[in-house]
């Protein structure tokens, strides 16, 4: 299966789902709002695909066939063309409703509509569109070449084929699919995630250990690759926290609301790897 894919918003997660898009052989429009963020997508995609170069992961021709079945643009216009949409802009659902519906005006009548949402109930995003039975959730995880997964979210009316089309295209870029077949605010994994961390966050916080042994202990004593303190800095500080505010406001449950100390370091900029500190320093 390949296509058209547009996928909204030029960030880590957008051109990252732009990228294993246009490796499997789509025609990808990458759209977001300014040149500079474009610039900035097209930059990252190229670091990546040449990092898989030097690996011998991915053949020269290959990456140069790639990059030229991307193209960027800041009209969402593009989006009519399109088999596939994928949206990953900003996780808040007002934004959201922007862009879906705007997607709902343009888009042809078969086109899938998907959403790159960690957290916010499909069936919420849905709402604002005409189409809610071809709108569905498609959770990739970062970096996108990386991870394997992608988290597929039914919305209360998604239907088969919808979910079929998202399945096929998903696996086509080489991720592993999991259904989320009840679609509960941050699905399966954004809630698993959430719980930890907010629980190694407090223990953090409360001076019972720290970050790193809090990280060492997850990595030797469960098998984790990268500890919970490390994920959130490789996520984004305020990703997660917003990502637990909204799963927190649609269940009350207390444990996933976050610790006084996430949103003080969301507040005083220290959001993880993007900007160099976080519960780790990163110097490069």
């Known amino acids: 299966m390949a296509g058209k894919v547009c996928v909204v918003g030029a960030g880590l997660m957008g051109s990252g789902i732009a990228q294993v898009a246009a490796v499997a052989g789509w025609q990808v429009s990458l759209r977001d709002v300014s040149d500079g963020a474009l610039d900035r997508g097209r930059q990252a995609i190229e670091s990546s695909l040449d990092r898989l170069v030097a690996k011998d992961r991915l053949a020269g ?15 969402l216009d593009v989006a009519a063309e399109a088999d596939v949409v994928v949206e990953a802009v900003f996780e808040r659902l007002d934004v959201k409703h922007d862009v879906f519906r705007a997607l709902d005006g343009l888009c042809a009548e078969t086109a899938v509509l998907a959403t790159n949402t960690s957290a916010i109930p499909v069936t919420s995003i849905a709402a604002v569109t005409q189409r809610p039975e071809q709108v569905v959730g498609t959770h990739f995880f970062s970096p996108v070449p ?32 999991i259904v989320v077949e009840r679609d509960v605010a941050g699905f399966v994994t954004t809630r698993l995630v959430s719980a930890l961390v907010m629980e190694a966050v407090a223990l953090y916080e409360a001076g019972v250990a720290s970050a790193a042994d809090i990280d060492l202990a997850c990595r030797l004593g469960f098998g984790h690759p990268m500890g919970p303190l490390a994920t959130t800095d490789l996520t984004g500080v305020d990703i997660l926290r917003d990502a637990t505010l909204n ?24 959001l993880g790897r993007k900007s160099g500190r976080g519960f780790f320093r990163y110097d490069d």
């Open 61 to 75: 021709d290959d990456r140069d066939a790639a990059l030229g079945r991307i193209a960027t643009t800041t009209d």
């Open 146 to 177: 990386m991870m394997r997964l992608c988290e597929l979210v039914r919305g209360h009316k998604t239907s088969d084929e919808t979910l079929a089309t998202a399945r096929a295209f998903a696996e086509g870029t080489g991720k592993t699919c």
């Open 247 to 270: 799963i927190h406001a649609e269940t009350a449950d207390p444990k996933f609301f976050p610790p006084e100390l996430l949103s003080r370091m969301v507040e005083a900029g220290e």
